[in-house]
């Protein structure tokens, strides 16, 4: 069984900083694609930052120049540092990862961490 917990959510102030984790376990052979995606009250699930299939990163325009996602060292764990924080960046943070294993490929998502920038 392969599970992504996502980890460093809670309140931060606009101008602020926040760190969120995200670990892969289970019987992962290799990661394709891992991604951080949110959902705010109301409003669609969106992309905020990802690696693609080639290790290549990209962002939501929204979050340009303030996030910056990064993976540890074993590639199982990604990380996003989100700086100069603003009220909208209010949402439910879900870490999404496309793992290799030993019957195919899969995608799997975590349970989410909540992030609330106060003004």
């Known amino acids: 069984q392969v599970q992504l917990v996502e980890s460093g959510g809670g309140l931060g102030q606009a101008g602020g900083s926040l760190r969120l984790s995200c670990a892969a376990s289970?019987?992962?052979?290799?990661?394709?694609?891992m991604n951080w995606y949110r959902q705010a009250p109301g409003k669609q699930r969106e992309l905020v930052a990802g690696y693609t299939r080639s290790g290549n990163t990209k962002y939501a325009d929204s979050v340009k120049g303030r996030f910056t996602i990064s993976r540890g060292n074993t590639k199982n764990t990604m990380y996003l540092q989100m700086n100069s924080l603003k009220p909208e960046d209010t949402a439910v943070y879900y870490c999404?990862?496309?793992?290799?294993?030993?019957?195919?490929?899969?995608?799997?998502w975590g349970q989410g961490t909540l992030v609330t920038v106060s003004s």
């Open positions: 289970g019987s992962i052979f290799s990661i394709n694609a």
């Open positions: 999404n990862a496309e793992v290799v294993v030993p019957v195919g490929s899969l995608e799997v």
